[in-house]
């Protein structure tokens, strides 16, 4: 049967909402593939100037049913040395059918015609041996770090493993030794209703030490109106004021609502300094903790970052695979990429 490749159209929501949830057995109802969801992640403006619109794809058979998909999350890299930022994709929701090999890739090889540069960040094991063969090289994986802020209720839920409470004691007991320290550092958080200009010289200031995704104020305000549960926004200053970062957070229920996990969305500080990085973890995690939320997360690469980490009281629980694809070698391969949770769709999921 001839399958062809489209750009999604709004009509599609609804099967592609049904295709989702059945090909990555999910309950029907489940919020990454909601219709408010889906017209958010791929036809809503990102507000960026030459985004490309849709950010998705689907396969379709001859009788027009939904039989692949592939959504991708555009974005661009600043770093050392780059005259000008890199634009570069992530894919989501990335599936096939059984009954049409090799429809996956090809659905990835179209994707890939929206930006020079392709990154995955975790995935499955078929996808991560599909991205290998289509080229992309392996990196220094990001590490996902949390915080227990609530002991009791972690205890209580065994972790966010049910049933495993003797692992829960155990990340209990791992909480104790690495207690956080107190910051020299002295920023403050402000919470914002959207972001403007301070981001770009955030940007601006972070890419002379690291790859980072050139976030612009339209893009972290699209994420702010994420149609569920949306992520909170922050700016970080110091004593006298000045604008040093800025910052997403969300609290999302887990195991039913067992357990608050509350990441960190977002965070970017416009310097390398490990005690101001580590001065807004812990800002970051009261902030959490206010939240409701009973672990905290962020991800970690630089080794700024890491050991910022560290100092705030976070433990490395499991690394993310990192692979990029940069066929015309366009970004520096001699710093590190920090790539936080915005970047693919681990802001909500
Ligand atoms: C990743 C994926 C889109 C690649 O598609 P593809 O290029 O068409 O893949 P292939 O036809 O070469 O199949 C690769 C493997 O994935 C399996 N696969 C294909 N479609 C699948 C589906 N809908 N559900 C589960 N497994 C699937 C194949 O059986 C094959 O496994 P095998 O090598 O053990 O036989 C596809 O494997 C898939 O849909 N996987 C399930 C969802 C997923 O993991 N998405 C990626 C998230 S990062």
């Known amino acids: 049967m001839t399958v062809s490749i489209r750009p999604l159209a709004a009509g599609d929501l609804e099967a592609l909402g049904r295709f989702l949830t059945s090909g990555f057995q999910t309950p029907a109802d489940a919020e990454f593939a909601a219709v408010d969801v889906l017209r958010w992640k791929y036809l809503e403006s990102q507000g960026d100037v030459a985004e490309p619109a849709p950010r998705s794809l689907v396969a379709v058979d001859e009788a027009g049913a939904i039989v692949g998909h592939v959504g991708f999350v555009p974005t661009a890299f600043a770093g050392p040395g780059l005259p000008a930022p890199v634009p570069a994709l992530h894919m989501i929701d990335w599936l096939g059918s059984r009954e049409h090999r090799s429809l996956g890739a090809s659905l990835m090889r179209r994707a890939h015609e929206a930006a020079p540069v392709q990154f995955g960040l975790g995935g499955s094991d078929a996808g991560r041996s599909v991205i290998r063969r289509g080229g992309y090289d392996s990196m220094p994986s990001v590490t996902v770090h949390e915080r227990i802020l609530?002991?009791?209720?972690?205890?209580?839920?065994?972790?966010?493993?049910?049933?495993?409470?003797?692992?829960?004691?155990?990340?209990?007991?791992?909480?104790?030794?690495?207690?956080?320290?107190?910051?020299?550092?002295?920023?403050?958080?402000?919470?914002?209703?959207?972001?403007?200009?301070?981001?770009?010289?955030?940007?601006?200031?972070?890419?002379?030490?690291?790859?980072?995704?050139?976030?612009?104020?339209?893009?972290?305000?699209?994420?702010?109106?994420?149609?569920?549960?949306?992520?909170?926004?922050?700016?970080?200053?110091?004593?006298?004021?000045?604008?040093?970062?800025f910052a997403l957070v969300n609290s999302i229920p887990r195991d039913g609502g067992r357990i608050v996990l509350g990441r960190v969305v977002d965070l970017l500080l416009d310097d390398d300094d490990p005690d101001a990085w580590h001065a807004a973890l812990l800002l970051l995690s009261r902030e959490l903790a206010r939240r409701g939320a009973d672990v905290a997360q962020a991800f970690a690469a630089p080794p700024w970052t890491v050991e910022a980490l560290r100092r705030a009281g976070f433990i490395s629980r499991h690394p993310l695979d990192f692979r990029l694809r940069d066929r015309q070698a366009l970004l520096p391969r001699d710093r590190p990429f920090y790539l936080t949770p915005i970047e693919a769709d681990y802001a909500y999921t």
């Open 150 to 245: 609530n002991p009791l209720r972690w205890l209580r839920a065994g972790g966010r493993s049910p049933g495993k409470a003797a692992r829960a004691s155990r990340d209990l007991a791992r909480r104790l030794i690495h207690q956080p320290r107190t910051a020299d550092a002295r920023l403050e958080l402000e919470p914002v209703s959207s972001f403007g200009p301070e981001v770009v010289e955030v940007v601006r200031a972070a890419s002379r030490f690291a790859v980072v995704a050139a976030r612009t104020p339209e893009r972290l305000n699209y994420a702010l109106r994420y149609p569920r549960q949306a992520p909170a926004g922050l700016l970080v200053r110091d004593a006298d004021r000045r604008v040093r970062g």
